[in-house]
T-cell receptor, first 115, second 116 residues
Framework: AQKITQTQPGMFVQEKEAVTLDCTYD???????LFWYKQPSSGEMIFLIY??????QNATEGRYSLNFQKARKSANLVISASQLGDSAMYFC????????????FGKGTSLLVTP | NAGVTQTPKFRILKIGQSMTLQCAQD?????MYWYRQDPGMGLKLIYY???????DKGEVPNGYNVSRSTTEDFPLRLELAAPSQTSVYFC???????????????FGQGTRLTVV
């Protein structure tokens, strides 16, 4: 079974600062990349960014970027210029090809952005 | 665009009752998934389907059943509800397997279920 580790249960960052959320995953299925989702207090799951396993460059999407190290099986999310609206739970999720490519979620990191 | 629609949004069940959580998507997606999320935890896969007529168990299937008679609908059935099934349930869909190029999973808004 896949094991996804998000070692930071809670993080604080000041508005306009950058923050890095860690994610490591233990899987023998290395063909597929990894997703990050945001879950605000309202509860919905919002897709942020995806890193393909064979992408040569780290993924970027606006203020979000990934620091992807395939050999170490880590894909850390970097949020630049944090905003108050970034306060939420963040989940990394690699797909599992043995379960219809269902996303396999870590426990998440709670991010609080302070003024 | 409706996307993935879950009904109901909230429900309180008594122990031993049964109910069906509805999930419908209008994006002609082949892959559909049911997850549960317990407080302070990530999502865990209950069941999944890779197309109409095809379903399979995920990580935590006990106490649940699914069917997939159409591409659009993927209902989740709870038989004999137990307090341990108190959770938030999410349905998700994708055109093909997430992780394949340009393929993401779209989530419904969730159903908050309390069993008392």
């Amino acid at each position: 079974a896949q094991k996804i580790t998000q070692t930071q249960p809670g993080m604080f960052v000041q508005e306009k600062e950058a923050v890095t959320l860690d994610c490591t995953y233990d899987t023998s299925d290395q063909s597929y990349g990894l997703f990050w989702y945001k879950q605000p207090s309202s509860g919905e799951m919002i897709f942020l960014i995806y890193q393909g396993s064979y992408d040569e460059q780290n993924a970027t999407e606006g203020r979000y970027s990934l620091n992807f190290q395939k050999a170490r099986k880590s894909a850390n999310l970097v949020i630049s210029a944090s905003q108050l609206g970034d306060s939420a739970m963040y989940f990394c999720a690699p797909p599992n090809s043995n379960s219809g490519y269902a996303l396999n979620f870590g426990k998440g990191t709670s991010l609080l952005v302070t003024p | 665009n409706a996307g993935v629609t879950q009904t109901p949004k909230f429900r309180i069940l008594k122990i031993g009752q049964s109910m069906t959580l509805q999930c419908a998507q209008d994006m002609n997606h082949n892959y559909m998934y049911w997850y549960r999320q317990d407080p302070g935890m990530g999502l865990k896969l209950i069941y999944y389907s890779v197309g109409a007529g095809i379903t399979d168990k995920g990580e935590v299937p006990n106490g649940y059943n699914v069917s997939r008679s159409t591409t659009e609908d993927f209902p989740l059935r709870l038989e004999l509800a137990a307090p341990s099934q108190t959770s938030v349930y999410f349905c998700a869909s994708s055109y093909r397997g997430p992780g394949l190029p340009n393929t993401e999973a779209f989530f419904g808004q969730g159903t908050r279920l309390t069993v008392v």
